[in-house]
């Protein structure tokens, strides 16, 4: 089981990746940035990078203007 944002909790999978748990949350939003257990997830290390059982993921939208 894997923590998001404090509050909804995901089903662990072997090979789980940060892009299955964002389409399985259903984040769509460009500007996203994502931290698993404390560490910054690189954009172009969404498809490969794993996601450990009883990890906590923070998913943040970006927004910008002034």
């Known amino acids: 089981m894997i923590t998001v944002n404090n509050r909804d909790k995901l089903a662990w999978h072997e090979g789980m990746t940060v892009r299955d748990i964002l389409t399985q ?31 906590q993921v923070t998913v943040f939208h970006l927004s910008h203007g002034g």
């Open 25 to 55: 949350m259903n984040y769509v939003y460009k500007l996203i940035t994502v931290t698993v257990n404390g560490v910054l997830v690189p954009r172009d290390q969404y498809d490969t990078f794993r996601v450990p059982d009883g990890a």
